[in-house]
Nanobody
Framework: VQLVESGGGLVQPGGSLRLSCAAS????????MSWYRQAPGKERELVAA????????HYADSVKGRFIISRDNAKNTLYLQMNSLKPEDTAVYYC?????WGQGTQVTVSS
């Protein structure tokens, strides 16, 4: 199993980023997927989760209305569209399939 995140970076408050997670080594189209994040000094938290067929399972209250999780099973790719970013969204964002993690991508929201 390999999960490779990309799309992180430095963005100003109010800006947007789209994270991607390229998956390989397992049947992506059969797997529920999730995005987690971990800020410095804090525990890793679940941000959003999606079923194998694209039904949304969960959004953290802190991102509802601002983040959108989606997937493209033809491309074996998971996405996280992040809008109206806030400084408190600063964290390393991780892609997750049951039992596996990516290496993470840093998102920094700062002016």
């Amino acid at each position: 199993v390999q999960l490779v995140e990309s799309g992180g970076g430095l963005v100003q408050p109010g800006g947007s980023l789209r994270l991607s997670c390229a998956a390989s080594g397992f049947t992506f189209s059969s797997s529920a997927m999730s995005w987690y994040r971990q800020a410095p000094g804090k525990e890793r938290e679940l941000v959003a989760a999606i079923t194998s067929v694209g039904r949304i399972i969960h959004y953290a209250d802190s991102v509802k209305g601002r983040f959108i999780i989606s997937r493209d099973n033809a491309k074996n790719t998971l996405y996280l569209q992040m809008n109206s970013l806030k400084p408190e969204d600063t964290a390393v964002y991780y892609c997750n399939s049951p039992g596996s993690w990516g290496q993470g991508t840093q998102v920094t929201v700062s002016s």
